[in-house]
């Protein structure tokens, strides 16, 4: 019989004439069977569930898609996310209005009454911050590069600048949230859920989706929701992936376990769950044995590619002293290249600290030398590769930072504010034009002057280069259609390639 993909998969229509007949035939039985399994059991219904069918034995998890939308240009992403909203007033966007200008108040024609957090609200003034650090052009196109980031200019040329981003969010939690999945509002799937659930796995031995969070102080939570997979299928969910001997969490056998019983256990435990799929058809039960096959995997699969130890000396000298420290960013970005050469599909790093409310001169300089080199000895390293063409590489917070100072304005200090309505994210890779700046603010860097890019545009504009239309990736739930962009969302055609 025809089944359509969209179809919950406990809609009648999704039951073949066997399973029709064995559960009409149980009656009441069924039915307090189905009563025992409980709620939680059918929250992480597939849609797709019977197309194509995935089960324990298949040796990588096959995607919603049973192909792209069209042909893509990135077969895999690689998502730097500075959280704490990185300045782009101290970074890229280069404002010199704001240093002739500077400890003037923001003039009202620029605030246009927009809101401002409640904790710059109640200043008496606005004075406005120049940058104390310096600007120049990099490369042939010439984009405006900070001092702070001497490694980053380097690769210029290799990076598409989108200067207009914006967010309605104007605090952490919802903006980071939204940037990762599409929602201010916890629970929906993350990005690279969503690119598990639509394409499924390139790699039979490892997750489709890893996290790598960089080990210094946190100033803003990083909850697993973030790269959780919301009503998705729980096998959507990222993977973190952790520095030291336990790469991740409860892999390993106990003691006492041998890998030969482990898999005996897993083959008998298949049989049963089969068996129990058979007579209730719940998708989340396939979903358990595929993470049980595909946590045998990584039991060997992980320790390959997290050591580093036949990574060549050259390759440390490209990324710095850093990279031989297990769980800095610079050990963090080679990791990465090292799961995207094993085709991990969505690799996403979060290197936390950039909420510079004060003290914004001596913080953002240690976030820079702990993140710049990192960051271009990547693209370096994929371009040389060969990789780079088909890896998108994302760089970018969850916003901007205020051309106004927070607190006491000097000579040598200042702080800035969240600021969500333009903000500097760049790309490499995977399908963007290389050496191009994309969007203007204005002179003062507190509005945008052209080609903005929201937060759901950004999100179409990463699908469509992985070959997705993000109107046709959906997934029903509670009784809607939902997806990554919500019911918004543009392509922003002038930055492909």
């Not at 240009?73 to 101290?90: C, E, H, N, T, W």
């Not at 940037?179 to 997750?207: E, H, K, V």
């Not at 060549?312 to 290249?337: H, I, K, M, Q, S």
Request: glycine share 10%.
């Amino acid at each position: 019989m025809n089944f359509d993909p969209r179809q919950s998969p406990d809609d009648p229509l999704a039951v073949n004439r066997r399973h029709f007949f064995s559960r009409t035939s149980l009656g009441v039985g069924s039915a307090a069977l189905a009563s025992l399994i409980g709620r939680s059991a059918m929250a992480d219904a597939d849609p797709a569930a019977d197309v194509p069918p995935r089960t324990a034995v298949d040796p990588a998890y096959r995607g919603v898609l049973a192909a792209p939308h069209f042909a893509p240009k990135a077969k895999r992403v690689i998502y730097l996310f500075m959280s704490g909203g990185p300045s782009q007033l101290d970074l890229f966007d280069y404002k010199p209005l704001l240093n002739t200008r500077n400890g003037q108040d923001l003039p009202d024609s620029v605030r246009q009454g927009q809101r401002l957090t409640g904790m710059s609200g109640n200043q008496a003034t606005l004075p406005l911050a120049g940058s104390i650090f310096k600007f120049a052009r990099r490369g042939s196109s010439g984009a405006w590069v900070s001092d702070l980031l001497p490694e980053t200019a380097k690769v210029a040329d290799d990076l598409c600048f989108v200067r207009s981003l914006y967010t309605e969010a104007i605090n952490h939690d919802p903006a980071i949230t939204f940037f990762q999945t599409g929602s201010q509002i916890a629970g929906r799937p993350s990005m690279g859920s969503w690119l598990s659930y639509g394409l499924g796995s390139a790699n039979q031995n490892l997750p489709t989706f890893c996290v790598l969070i960089s080990q210094r102080p946190v100033d803003q939570p990083l909850y697993s929701r973030l790269w959780g997979n919301g009503f998705l299928p729980s096998i959507h969910q990222g993977v973190q992936f952790r520095a030291g001997a336990e790469p991740v969490l409860y892999l390993e056998n106990p003691p006492g376990v041998s890998a030969a019983g482990r898999r005996k256990m897993l083959d008998r435990l298949r049989e049963l769950h089969q068996a129990e799929y058979d007579a209730i058809l719940d998708p989340a039960i396939q979903a358990r044995i595929a993470q049980y096959e595909m946590a045998y995997r990584m039991q060997t699969s992980v320790p390959e590619v997290t050591s580093l130890a036949g990574e060549p000396d050259e390759v440390f000298e490209l990324y710095g002293p850093d990279a031989r420290r297990p769980g800095t960013f610079a050990a963090n970005c080679l990791l990465a290249r090292r799961l995207a050469e094993r085709d991990v599909r969505f690799i996403q790093l979060y290197h936390p600290g950039w909420d510079h409310h004060g003290g914004l001169p001596a913080g953002i300089r240690q976030l820079c030398k702990e993140t710049d080199r990192g960051c271009a000895a990547l693209v370096a390293d994929l371009k040389r590769r060969g990789m780079l063409d088909d890896t998108l590489v994302l760089w970018g917070g969850e916003f901007g930072r205020t051309n106004y100072s927070q607190g006491k304005l000097t000579p040598t200090d200042y702080g800035r504010d969240h600021h969500p309505r333009c903000f500097t994210a760049w790309a490499a890779g995977g399908g963007v034009k290389p050496g191009l700046v994309h969007g203007e603010t204005d002179d003062f860097g507190y509005n945008i002057a052209a080609d903005p890019v929201h937060v759901h545009d950004f999100h179409a504009t990463i699908l469509h280069l992985l070959g997705i239309d993000h109107e046709r990736l959906t997934f029903k739930h509670q009784g809607r259609y939902y997806r990554l962009t919500d019911i918004a969302g543009k392509v922003v055609k002038p930055i492909l390639a």
